[in-house]
Each structure stands twice: as structure tokens, then as C-alpha cells.
């Protein structure tokens, strides 16, 4: 029993030190989000569109408080990091709340809805556990933040500062 104890303790240990990924997956990249016009779209073409630009994703909703509050932060970084692309993925309920969303509080940077949100490829991939959550890309196509929850985090901007 010791040593069952013990392997499991070790396991937790080293999957809690594992180092967060730098690609998206294949089932992440072949994940379908709607545009703004209605339109689908992979994540891997939306990354494409953009390659060798600096990319910060921005996974948000209307009715998340938390997301709101954060978003004075978001304009912030985008008024001094201008030459970074902003993307802003969707977890809304619904097409019509995430575009009411999005004009209600003036999210400026391109928009994607995920239709199936945390129960999608993509939703696995980043293991969404809270939100908003934001990610950094570079311009070699790497993810270099996986997973911060504010805008303005250190790891966040050392990343759009390199």
C-alpha cells in the first residue's frame, strides 16, 4: 500500500510539473469556430492568416463578470502592443449574445464563436477552467503563454515584449 501511495504521488507530481505545450494539436487545429459573417472556420486556418505575427488570444464571454472587468486591460495591451493581432474566442450561449457582446462593450480585434465551447477540441486542448484566459503566440507559431486569467500578467507581457 506504501508503494502504491507512493507511485501515485510521484505521478501527481511530475503531471503537475509537465510543461504546458507549445503547438496546438491536430484535433484543436481542426476544430470548426463561427465568424462574425457565419462562416466556419478551423483554428488552424485563423492561425495561418497570421503567421509570423505575434497573436494574443483573448477566450472570453458576455456573461462572464470577470471577462468584463478584464477588458479595460485588453484595450490597454492593444493600444501599446499595435502591431499584435487579437483574436477573441467566444464561449457565449448563443450567436446572437456573443454579437450583442461584442457591441455592448466595443471588443475590437477579430471574433470567433465556438459553438460546442468547453466540449469541443479545442476547449480539451486548452483545458478551460476558468476565463477569461489568454494565450500568446509568437511569431514563430509557438504558444509561449498557455494559460493566464489576467490580462495583465507578467508572463503576458514579457511575451508581447520579446
Known amino acids: 500500500m506504501k508503494k502504491i501511495s507512493y507511485l501515485l504521488l ?12 507549445t503547438q496546438f494539436d491536430e484535433a ?11 462562416s466556419k472556420v478551423t483554428l488552424q486556418s485563423i ?12 477566450i472570453w ?5 470577470d471577462c468584463i472587468r478584464g477588458m479595460p486591460k485588453v484595450k490597454a495591451l492593444q493600444k501599446e502592443y499595435t502591431d499584435v493581432v487579437y483574436l477573441f474566442f467566444s464561449l457565449d450561449k448563443g450567436i446572437e449574445a456573443w ?10 480585434g ?5 459553438p460546442k465551447a468547453k466540449k469541443s ?9 476558468w476565463i477569461p484566459r489568454y494565450m500568446v503566440i ?21 511575451a508581447l515584449k520579446n
Open 61 to 65: 464571454a458576455s456573461w462572464c463578470g
Open 138 to 158: 509568437n511569431k514563430a507559431s509557438e504558444i509561449v503563454v498557455f494559460n493566464v486569467i489576467e490580462a495583465d500578467d507578467n508572463k503576458l507581457i514579457k
Open 47 to 58: 492561425l495561418e492568416k497570421h503567421k509570423g505575427k505575434t497573436i494574443v488570444i483573448d
Open 121 to 129: 477540441a479545442f476547449g480539451d486542448f486548452v483545458n478551460i477552467s
Open 10 to 21: 510521484m505521478l501527481l507530481s511530475y503531471l503537475s510539473c509537465a510543461e504546458p505545450p
Open 110 to 114: 477579430e471574433h470567433y464563436y465556438l
Open 28 to 38: 484543436a487545429l481542426n476544430d470548426t469556430f463561427i465568424t462574425l459573417e457565419g
Open 99 to 108: 454579437k450583442r457582446g461584442i457591441k455592448r462593450y466595443n471588443v475590437e
